[in-house]
């Protein structure tokens, strides 16, 4: 049993939960794991080995209540600006949990991808290939899409595509007048992903920081002060709920309730 196994943690309250109008994707910032370190006078990496957990609970939340898309922002784009000594032990990180996690996974039908570019030679080359034998090992599975935004940024992710569509363009594949959102959308690092329905960002800060900036245009927001390595299952339905007593108008406006 691991520690945020589904047999090691309190049941989940779902009173408050409509399963008939759940999120098609969740996307989650975690947030604050140096914060809750520096609270208890460790280094930042022990907060990044407490976030560890709470990653996991919210995945088996997600499997027990019916999710299917769920993503998290495990290392961006910007975060190579960090001291170097915390990087080497983000890359060390990130392989060891799929050494580690990989076969409970795998078992529990979670299908992982990874949005990000992978190719970038500052990834040590194990990492790279750990992360594309999980892809594979785990494609056919389809309780659960877990994807792992890992050296992402949407802003990179966008400019990837619209090259693309720039070279097809030039090779006279693609009339520039006939381009699309949905072309666009299809040069993503996920295609099949859908758009996150709801974004949820731990720590107090309100802002989405360059995450599935193409995706997020109409996402529910839900911020907490919940520092990440506190963040778990039952936050997680928590902010579902939140975002069903929302009303979404994607641009319009509400029905007239006059007669």
């Known amino acids: 049993m691991t520690e945020g196994s589904a047999a090691g943690r ?4 779902l009173s408050r939960l409509d399963r008939r109008r759940l999120p098609a994707h969740v996307g989650l910032i975690m947030d604050g794991n140096g914060r809750w370190a520096l609270a208890r006078n460790l280094p930042r990496t022990g907060g990044h080995a407490a976030g560890e957990t709470a990653l996991f609970e919210c995945v088996e939340g997600a499997l027990e209540i019916g999710l299917s898309w769920l993503s998290a922002y495990t290392f961006s784009t910007e975060n190579w600006t960090r001291h170097p000594d915390e990087v080497s032990f983000l890359m060390w990180f990130n392989e060891d949990i799929l050494l580690r996690r990989l076969d409970s996974l795998a078992g529990m039908g979670v299908r992982i991808c990874f949005a990000g570019d992978l190719a970038d030679p500052r990834i040590p080359d194990r990492n790279r ?45 693609r009339d520039p007048g006939e381009i699309t959102e949905d072309h666009i959308a299809q040069r993503l690092y996920v295609p099949d992903m859908p ?42 339905v928590d902010a579902v709920v939140e975002y069903q007593r929302r009303r979404r108008r994607f641009g319009g406006a509400l029905p007239n309730q006059s007669p």
């Open 195 to 236: 758009d996150p329905d709801l974004i949820v960002r731990t720590s107090g800060e309100m802002r989405i920081s360059n995450f599935l900036l193409w995706g997020s245009a109409y996402s529910e927001l839900v911020f907490t002060e919940t520092l990440w390595p506190e963040f778990g299952a039952q936050h997680l």
């Open 129 to 173: 290939t750990l992360m594309q034998e999980a892809e594979q090992r785990t494609a056919s599975n389809r309780r659960l899409s877990l994807v792992l935004a890992f050296n992402y940024g949407g802003r990179a992710e966008i400019a990837r595509a619209v090259r693309a569509l720039a070279t097809e363009v030039s090779d006279g594949h």
């Open 10 to 13: 309190a049941a989940l309250d």
